[in-house]
């Protein structure tokens, strides 16, 4: 158990829809990241969250969103979903915000788009 | 072309046996990072690497920056050990390789 939570684990949704995946990170880590991981793209960096501020931006759509709340659980909003959005939503966290610091994942949030 | 390529795509070895899983990438990075996922999906971070070599039990990673290169090696396999290995680079965030998919029978 890494120690960082994501709900739910899966999620089945209709094209055009919106949902919310979310994190809890690792008691006193205050670094958040986003990924995606697809069948055809790999896994792909979206988003980094450090103490509630954006810290740097991978490729997310404008579709997507994300912020980190004070007690530093983030959430990532995923708007106007297509079929193309199924995916493995994973996060992860860190203590702090450096790249060069190991980070902790999530098991994942499965998207299916139908 | 990717920037982090992984060799081989796919790998399967008999239990015991010496494993290595390459990883080269064609831009300036200041770390790499090693990641195994589990069949069922989840991720765990094996090392992180800027120079040198680092071992953890059974495995073994190395980097030469110079090169471009990094290396993932298993000493003494297990069937346990089967998981998709995968290399990652830092430079302003993390670009990620393909993925090796590795299955270690008994």
């Known amino acids: 158990d890494s120690g960082v939570t994501q709900t739910p684990k899966h999620l089945i949704t209709a094209t055009g829809q919106r949902v919310t995946l979310r994190c809890s990170p690792r008691?006193?880590?205050?670094?958040v990241y986003w990924y995606q991981q697809s069948l055809d793209q790999g896994l792909q960096f979206l988003i980094q969250?450090?103490?509630?501020?954006?810290?740097a931006k991978g490729n997310i759509l404008e579709r997507f969103s994300a912020q980190q709340f004070p007690d530093l659980h983030s959430e990532l909003n995923l708007s106007s979903l297509e079929l193309g959005d199924s995916a493995l939503y994973f996060c992860?966290?860190?203590?702090?915000?450096?790249?060069?610091?190991?980070?902790?994942f999530g098991q994942g949030t499965r998207l299916t788009v139908v | 072309k990717n920037e982090v390529e992984q060799s081989p795509q796919n790998l399967t070895a008999q239990e015991g046996e010496f494993i290595t899983i390459n990883c080269s990438y064609s831009?300036?990075?200041?770390?790499l990072h090693w990641l195994q996922q589990h069949p069922g999906g989840g991720i765990v971070s094996l090392f992180m690497l800027s120079s040198g070599k680092k071992k953890h039990g059974r495995l073994i990673a190395t980097i030469n920056i110079q090169e471009k290169h990094s290396s993932l090696h298993i000493t003494a396999s297990h069937p346990r050990d089967s998981a998709v290995y995968i290399c990652a680079v830092i430079r302003d965030d993390m670009r990620f390789g393909a993925g090796t998919r590795l299955t270690v029978k008994p």
């Open positions: 992860a966290s860190s203590v702090d915000g450096g790249w060069n610091t190991e980070a902790f």
């Open positions: 831009v300036g990075i200041s770390a």
């Open positions: 969250y450090y103490n509630g501020e954006e810290r």
């Open positions: 008691s006193g880590d205050l670094s």
